[in-house]
């Protein structure tokens, strides 16, 4: 059986994964005049690029966590140039807004929180009717093979409620990493500087991710939940200092051309 509290948890989750950042675009769609455009470039970047691009060429790669990282750091990021190059040339290339860039991260963010987080949590809460004697729900996962099924509804009875909070929160705490990676490579396609310097802003853009994620790896597996997500607050802090001087024109200034 299951306890009503994990229920909760995971329906919360699933809600918090599928409604608060469209409804944020939406509000700074209609509010403060967000493009539309690099919103649906971004989650159209998140599809092509990390849902099948990625999976295929990981799937080929051997089994070395590292380069696997390395090879997703590296599909991401020119996947996210590739987003710009796909909106009208004004738009990408005005230099007077964040908006575009913004507007972009945040495509991608939404389309990770729909197509893969919320998926699972909705896919979750079907395992856990099943196990309560739904029909219905055991009827759906017939369908799949018997020991990936049994796997599955064992982690979710085994798994503590509050652990489906602590994974929503270790998403949304990721939140401005993913922005600011988005916005180097924004700065590294919209200047007019020399090609030097856009390529050390991708390098730098490809570089934050792969050891990002490799730190966030080791600290997960070596230190538990409190390790994760105390190097995910420090390095969402230290982001989200970023992005205020981005805002304030402090660092867009010294990337883009005088």
Do not use: C
Not at 37 to 47: C, I, Q, R
Not at 74 to 88: C, K, M, Q, S, Y
Not at 234 to 251: N, V
Request: charged letters at 15%; hydrophobic letters at 50%.
């Amino acid at each position: 059986m299951v306890s009503w509290d994990k229920y909760f948890f995971i329906g919360l989750s699933f809600f918090l994964m599928l409604l608060p950042m469209p409804l944020y675009f939406v509000y700074l769609w209609r509010k403060k005049q967000f493009p539309v455009n690099s919103f649906f470039s971004g989650a159209a970047v998140f599809v092509v690029f990390y849902l099948v691009l990625r999976y295929y060429v990981i799937s080929t790669l051997p089994e070395t966590g590292l380069l696997s990282l390395l090879f997703s750091a590296l599909i991401v990021e020119t996947g996210r140039w590739a987003g710009f190059l796909l909106l009208p040339y004004k738009e990408g290339r005005d230099n007077g807004s964040m908006k575009t860039g913004l507007s972009l991260a945040l495509g991608y963010i939404t389309a990770a929180f729909l197509l893969i987080n919320a998926f699972a949590m909705a896919m979750n809460f079907i395992y856990a009717l099943s196990l309560g004697g739904w029909d219905k729900g055991a009827d759906y996962l017939s369908r799949f093979p018997s020991e990936s099924v049994d796997r599955i509804q064992a982690l979710i009875v085994y798994t503590p409620s509050y652990t489906y909070l602590l994974e929503t929160l270790s998403l949304y705490l990721a939140i401005p990493v993913q922005i600011v990676l988005t916005l180097l490579i924004f700065e590294a396609y919209r200047s007019n500087r020399s090609a030097v310097v856009r390529g050390m802003l991708y390098g730098g853009a490809l570089l934050v991710d792969f050891l990002y994620f490799s730190l966030g790896s080791v600290l997960s597996e070596s230190s538990g939940w409190a390790g994760h997500l105390l190097f995910l607050a420090l390095s969402g802090g230290a982001a989200l200092y970023i992005l205020i001087r981005f805002w304030k024109g402090e660092l867009r200034d010294t990337f883009s051309a005088s």
